[in-house]
């Protein structure tokens, strides 16, 4: 998760600018060492404030990625996993966890709020409101309970390995799941209220964000469908969001691109299953496209999104 921090955080956004990445250091966490890993970046000629921004932001965004990618097939089966719930805890709560609790002036949380006000003048985000925020997202997320009982209680105290996810019973099909949460942006952090929704097999998220009213307006409209069966091998997943952002402004090739207003995001996900010996190995591919904007892990610039990869999943009654 360290790594994931580090490299694939911090490290992409700075590559994404045009910069390069001189070194990583990696410390064993509390309570084992009081030092945090870093990285040292080497910055491109041409870098804007957002850019920097993205920095700041980069090593918690990426985290929060791969927690919804857990959060997800957690939801899908209904049960939390022990070994998934550490991991969790790490991911979901690595941007409001950070930002409660750490007071180096040089952490990513205190960076980009010295940023975020030097890009719009004066203290419209103090370090108590985005607190705040981090303890609401800490207390209201329903999944940080379930991965702390999957591990302290079901797996230490009663040996499970893994245990039931309860969500809210609409109907005797239907189920439900709120939480809320902010996203870092290079605008401002947004507000998010996200919703999950269960019906029969079928996953959806449908979630609203906002920013911080002392912040310049923006909104942001997602909604996510996972786990559309046509055959028992092949199953399809949609995303897509609309937003309205503020002025952003950032290099890439050395030219500076400025962009502002209206835009979107649309990919589509197909997964092909193969079991064997109780084990599960797939294909998947993604394509899509987004526009000149944020969105999160994505790169800033508008173009054509493509991916592809393997999938396995060890023994058809596990995570």
Request: charged content about 20%.
């Amino acid at each position: 998760m360290t790594m994931n921090h580090e490299r694939f955080g911090h490290g992409y956004r700075m590559l994404e600018a045009g910069g390069s990445i001189d070194e990583i250091v990696y410390n064993m966490p509390p309570p084992f060492t009081n030092k945090f890993s870093f990285i040292r970046l080497k910055y491109p000629s041409n870098f804007t404030n957002q850019q920097g921004l993205m920095i700041n932001l980069g090593g918690s965004e990426t985290n929060l990625i791969l927690s919804d990618i857990m959060r997800k097939n957690i939801l899908l089966d209904e049960k939390f996993n022990y070994n998934f719930g550490l991991a969790y805890l790490y991911g979901s709560n690595d941007m409001p966890g950070y930002t409660a609790f750490v007071t180096n002036p040089a952490a990513d949380p205190i960076q980009y709020r010295q940023n975020i006000n030097q890009l719009y003048g004066g203290e419209p985000l103090t370090r108590e409101k985005m607190r705040a925020y981090s303890f609401i997202a800490l207390l209201t997320d329903p999944m940080n309970f379930y991965a702390f009982k999957s591990v302290f209680y079901d797996y230490i105290v009663k040996g499970r390995h893994s245990s039931r996810i309860g969500m809210i019973k609409l109907s005797n099909r239907l189920k439900y799941l709120p939480r809320f949460r902010f996203e870092y942006t290079p605008y401002g952090p947004e507000l998010v209220y996200q919703n999950y929704f269960k019906l029969n097999s079928k996953l959806m998220l449908f979630s609203f964000s906002h920013s911080d009213p002392n912040l310049p307006n923006s909104w942001r409209v997602v909604a996510n469908i996972w786990n559309l069966k046509s055959s028992d091998n092949l199953s399809f997943n949609l995303s897509g969001q609309i937003w309205n952002q503020p002025n952003i402004e950032f290099y890439q090739n050395d030219k500076l691109i400025a962009y502002e207003g209206f835009g979107g995001q649309f990919i589509s996900t197909v997964n092909y299953d193969i079991s064997k010996d109780k084990n599960l190995y797939g294909f998947t591919l993604q394509v899509g496209y987004k526009s000149t904007g944020y969105a999160i892990g994505e790169q800033l610039n508008k173009g054509l999104i493509i991916r592809g990869g393997l999938t396995f999943k060890l023994g058809n009654k596990s995570l």
